[in-house]
């Protein structure tokens, strides 16, 4: 059973970048800390081949890629695209993450859907030919609308079982429709967790004009990470990997508490970068 803690993104996390040389190669750096890091830059942007075939190389043979699937695929950006557009977005996108697919660096795809992807035929349909689409590429999804879960839980669970995708778990403010409740079930050999943090007034106070700055405002105590730690190991036995991302970095908090979930697994890690980084490796 493998066991891996990392975090979203690799360039907001400065207790992380002690050095000038750490703060100009932060993959690098980070990567001596921690096996796997999500992508979010890919959400934005269908990135450039050469992005990733940057990163590949800038990261332990060992480590791996949580890539979050581009705005267009999930529907935030809102357009509507014909049957020919969508299948033409989702090749450029397979098309990006060759080199880390290449590389034996892909843990999975996160397929996070809009606060309004809620529990319709359209989007069990749009699920389907997602998946289709993405042929033998793991990819995990992540739901954001409540209708998912509340009297459909289990029906929710099978479908994603029987496609064969991996159900996102998350920590999350309990915020009403736009937030999902904690669901400690597996639909594959793989388990991606996800924390959010709990702050329930950033979570919806989508008025106030630093929004998303506030949203993952949130620092996990000890005893909120210590009952993780059963639920963890009762998932372990369930699934052959299990991935945890903290996202709660609004005040730069998901480093230190992914560092202490660690320490209460008890893990570390073999295969990291070294701590310290020769800049003359890296030129």
């Known amino acids: 059973m493998t066991i891996l803690i990392g975090l979203t993104g690799w360039g907001d996390h400065p207790t992380l970048y002690d050095h000038a040389k750490d703060r100009q190669f932060k993959l690098t750096a980070y990567s001596s800390h921690f096996p796997v890091v999500e992508v979010d830059s890919s959400f934005y942007a269908i990135q450039s081949t050469e992005n990733y075939q940057k ?81 033998d590429i793991p990819i995990a999804i992540e739901f954001r609308n409540r209708t998912w879960f509340e009297d459909h839980q289990q029906e929710t ?32 050999d793989r388990v991606l967790i996800r924390f959010h943090g709990r702050n329930i007034h950033g979570w919806n106070n989508h008025g106030q004009e630093n929004w998303r700055e506030v949203r993952f405002l949130y620092r996990y105590n000890q005893t909120e990470l210590q009952k993780w730690v059963k639920r963890i190991h009762e998932l372990d036995k369930q699934a052959r990997e299990i991935t945890i991302l903290f996202n709660n970095n609004s005040g730069g908090d998901a480093a230190d508490n992914a560092k202490q979930l660690l ?21």
């Open 55 to 135: 990163w590949v190389s800038e990261t332990p043979e060992t480590f791996s890629f949580v890539i979050k699937a581009y705005q267009g695929l999930t529907g935030h950006d809102r357009k509507h695209l014909t049957n020919r557009e969508a299948k033409e977005l989702v090749d450029a996108f397979i098309n990006s993450i060759q080199p880390v697919i290449a590389a034996n660096k892909l843990n999975t795809v996160l397929f996070q859907f809009p606060p309004w992807f809620d529990l319709k035929q359209r989007n069990i349909k749009k699920i389907r030919k997602i998946k289709q689409w993405m042929g």
């Open 263 to 283: 320490d209460l697994l008890d893990i570390t890690y073999q295969g990291l970068h070294p701590k310290q980084i020769d800049f003359f490796d890296l030129i």
């Open 157 to 188: 669970l099978a479908f994603l079982k029987e496609i064969g995708v991996t159900h996102v778990i998350c920590d999350e403010p309990q915020a009403g429709e736009g937030s999902v409740p904690t669901v400690l079930e597996t639909t594959n």
